[in-house]
């Protein structure tokens, strides 16, 4: 009853709030959308096209983006709809499948970002005897442990929301009690934020000291170790910015349950835009690619390439198609024009 209590506090102010920024919240979710599918959608492609997915980071980072992508199709948009309509129309099924999908990916590539890290520390740092280990086998074992893990983590979520009517507006909104919320939402920061958080700072910690004080960084590097020095860079980017992305949301919900987080306008804009920085993480990463990567960069620029030539192709088809067809339709016309005079002699 008291969950209910707050989320009828809740629909007041979302009801007040949506008036002036109902379609600024559209536009936001719909950058996100946009952005966030076509720049997975072209990592994946950059990588499978090429068949560059035959080492162990590769992989990762291939998995990396179809989370990323798994959550910006099912999820933002479904979200969306949460703060700009006061009912929620896609029925009781969706009302569980959504917020497991937003768990079920954001453990993904928590997990899989941890596993990055440990698989660039023993490249860097054993790079001789981890080969055995850093396998494209073992990537894929790996891959689907981290799969198996998310769906058992956020298994519970499935049952943790629920469709149902209050004050004659459908809702999908938290079934459990609150002393079960609370250890459940306790849990999903331990586990999927604060764990994977410490593996990733001790093992860039220690990939950078091992960088930086092993190698000098004056002298020439052989082409190896700068490649593996851009990839580690890379990663270690793409790891800070989900970091600091998803800390304003786990702090918001700590807040609410543990501090002092009261029910109005100001919590409400807030929680928005927790939301959408912690959303805004799954289309960043391309990004980084392109900035850091010149292998990405390249792989952009011939997909566009091919993408432009096939318009041009098209075009050039098209034009010539009616070309030709403008060719025939002059002949049909020119003997149209010649047999009407021929057959006026016959006539006659």
Not at 239 to 264: E, R, S, T
Not at 286 to 314: E, M, W
Request: glycine content about 4%; proline content about 3%.
């Amino acid at each position: 009853s008291t969950a209910l209590n707050h989320y009828t506090t809740l629909a007041g102010t979302h009801a007040s709030s949506i008036l002036y920024s109902g379609l600024q919240i559209l536009h936001s979710y719909s950058l996100i959308f946009l952005v966030g599918t076509v720049g997975n959608s072209l990592v994946l492609a950059v990588l499978l096209r090429n068949r560059q997915v035959n080492n162990t980071t590769n992989l990762f980072i291939l998995n990396l983006g179809v989370a990323d992508l798994c959550f910006i199709v099912f999820c933002v948009p479904f979200q969306a709809t949460i703060y700009t309509l006061d009912d929620w129309i896609f029925g009781p099924l969706m009302c569980k499948a959504v917020h497991f999908f937003i768990y079920l990916t954001m453990y993904a590539s928590s997990f899989t970002l941890t596993t990055v890290s440990l698989d660039r520390y023993l490249a860097i740092r054993y790079p001789l005897h981890s080969r055995e280990l850093r396998t494209p086998r073992n990537a894929l074992t790996a891959i689907c442990l981290i799969w198996g893990l998310s769906f058992i983590f956020s298994g519970p979520y499935i049952s943790y929301y629920q469709e149902f009517q209050v004050a004659n507006v459908t809702v999908c909104h938290p079934i459990w009690k609150v002393s079960q919320r609370k250890v459940m939402d306790l849990c999903t920061f331990v586990f999927s934020y604060v764990i994977p958080v410490l593996i990733l700072s001790l093992t860039y910690v220690r990939t950078i000291r091992y960088l930086w004080t092993s190698v000098d960084p004056i002298k020439d590097m052989s082409d190896s170790k700068k490649g593996k020095r851009k990839v580690t860079r890379m990663i270690i980017i793409v790891a800070v910015l989900f970091c600091l992305c998803w800390l304003p949301h786990h702090l918001v919900i700590l807040c609410f349950w543990f501090g002092y987080f009261p029910l109005n306008n100001a919590t409400y804009v807030l929680r928005i835009l927790s939301h959408l920085i912690s959303y805004a993480n799954s289309c960043v990463n391309p990004i980084v690619y392109a900035l850091v990567s010149k292998h990405f960069r390249k792989g952009f620029k011939k997909i566009f390439s091919c993408l432009l030539h096939k318009r041009v192709t098209n075009k050039v088809h098209v034009a010539q198609v009616t070309h030709t067809v403008s060719i025939l339709e002059a002949d049909l016309t020119e003997v149209i024009h010649v047999s009407e005079p021929t057959k006026g002699i016959v006539m006659y």
